[in-house]
């Protein structure tokens, strides 16, 4: 059979591949199905043929997979979030710890190598400590409601439709956030509708109201509320800081990002503290970390605390060891090393989150750390050090060129390298393999219904 575009075919998905989607083959041509696990029978329709695979559509679900579970979320397929929410969740711990697995035999060509079970999160829904809604002068319909004359089309407050940057559904409800969080959306949308002052266009980039963004603290249950705007307006913002901080009590702190910049990014050129003193305390493990609206902090709190753990215990660390934090962000990992090492010292561009990890040292009567602000590639030469461990936790983008190159004439014994992204730690880890040994890998699921997966490998140097 030659697969053609806008054919329908009867496909069963016999695998899942890295980035969420279904796969099989058809005469020995790879087909992507999104939507859809191993075990699933459908007729789906080509929409993309290339010279060694193709894309395809579901027109309709012949047989449902043992895998598949019903969705409790109504956005579910729409939403970017949570692409596996129809997928049950041993399954998905299964075949993350597969993404790993292939990664480093099919890209780093590294073959033997245990990877462990996947870690699980503790909870599937209601994990994340930060969610971050879009403002929009325009809301996308959801399929049913476009049949639906009551459904007014309006703003929308809510969350962004998979590769798009204008087009936002309104949400009523994540159910990866607590519920208070929802019942804070839910307030703050209706606020904004009664507003005099209109919502920010994504195309125009026109309007006040940008964002919300809501962190909550897992250990204290406190919250803070961010609310993003494109100018300074107190009059019509601090009504709505003091009516939330009133309604709920678990509100400690409301903040005013203020922004002109047109990029899509919900942090502010400045900010005003409305309620409180713009923070929130959270703890993973033993240690408090002090957060503020723009500070970077695992999203997952228990499931950091899975994934620092494993760090530790790859570390190996006897109390004699320096260690050499690259990427270090607001120090957490650092802190969490910092009682079993002699120094532990951190590189991060961002100079920020240095002051954050200078912070939270403070407050955790941490006094073996220290922490040097600027790109990594320029610092770490001009650092002159000499590690006994190496804690390597780079961006998706995994580390630049320049930056293997250092850390191979490092020569440290050992490097514990922290992965978001399987394909680019397998990347970095063929530069790095004739000088170093893969000994184990593990997965911690951090982002439950995603196909994402963090790793933590275990890399000792060879003699």
Not at 210 to 215: I, W
Request: glycine share 8%; net charge neutral.
């Amino acid at each position: 059979m030659t697969v053609k575009k806008g054919q329908l075919i009867e496909l069963t998905i016999d695998q899942v591949a890295f980035g969420g989607k279904g796969i099989t083959r058809v005469e020995g041509m790879a087909v992507f199905v999104d939507a859809t696990v191993p075990g699933d029978r459908v007729l789906a329709q080509v929409v993309k043929k290339k010279k060694n695979y193709a894309e395809a559509r579901v027109v309709e679900r012949l047989a449902p997979s043992p895998q598949r579970v019903k969705a409790p979320c109504p956005y579910s397929g729409h939403c970017g979030g949570c692409k596996w929410q129809f997928l049950d969740y041993p399954y998905q711990l299964i075949y993350k710890q597969q993404h790993v697995r292939d990664a480093l035999e099919h890209i780093a060509l590294i073959r033997g190598v245990p990877v462990h079970p996947t870690i699980g999160s503790e909870k599937i829904f209601s994990y994340r400590n930060k969610m971050e809604f879009s403002c929009s002068t325009l809301r996308w319909l959801l399929p049913e409601e476009l049949r639906r004359e009551d459904v007014v089309q309006g703003m929308a407050l809510g969350l962004h439709v998979p590769g798009t940057f204008d087009k936002v559904m309104d949400i009523e409800a994540c159910l990866l956030q607590p519920d208070l969080g929802n019942r804070i959306l839910c307030d703050v949308r209706r606020y904004i509708q009664a507003s005099q002052l209109p919502v920010y266009g994504l195309r125009s980039h026109e309007g006040f109201w940008r964002f919300l963004v809501l962190r909550h603290s897992v250990a204290l249950d406190q919250w803070m509320v961010n609310i993003v705007t494109a100018w300074e307006a107190l009059d019509e913002v601090r009504p709505l800081a003091e009516a939330l901080a009133a309604r709920y009590p678990n509100i400690v702190t409301l903040v005013n990002n203020i922004t002109a910049r047109v990029s899509g990014v919900a942090t502010g050129e400045r900010e005003i503290f409305l309620v409180g003193d713009g923070v929130i305390l959270d703890k993973i493990g033993p240690f408090t970390f002090e957060l503020s609206a723009n500070s970077f902090f695992q999203t997952n709190t228990r499931g950091a605390e899975h994934l620092y753990d494993a760090v530790k215990r790859y570390a190996g660390l006897t109390g004699s060891e320096t260690v050499l934090d690259l990427y270090c962000g607001t120090g957490t990992i650092a802190i969490y090393l910092a009682a079993e090492a002699k120094e532990v010292i951190g590189l991060e561009v961002v100079a920020g989150a240095v002051e954050d990890a200078r912070r939270n040292c403070r407050r955790n009567g941490i006094e073996n750390c220290r922490f040097i602000a600027g790109d990594v590639r320029h610092t770490l030469p001009q650092a002159g050090l000499c590690p006994d461990v190496m804690v390597i936790d780079p961006p998706r983008s995994g580390m630049h060129a320049d930056v293997v190159q250092q850390v191979m004439a490092l020569g440290s014994r050992k490097i514990v390298y922290v992965s978001c992204n399987p394909a680019t730690m397998a990347r970095d880890l063929v530069l790095i393999k004739d000088a170093y040994e893969v000994v184990e890998v593990q997965p911690v699921d951090m982002f439950p219904h995603t196909f994402h997966i963090e790793a933590v490998a275990l890399l000792n140097k060879k003699s």
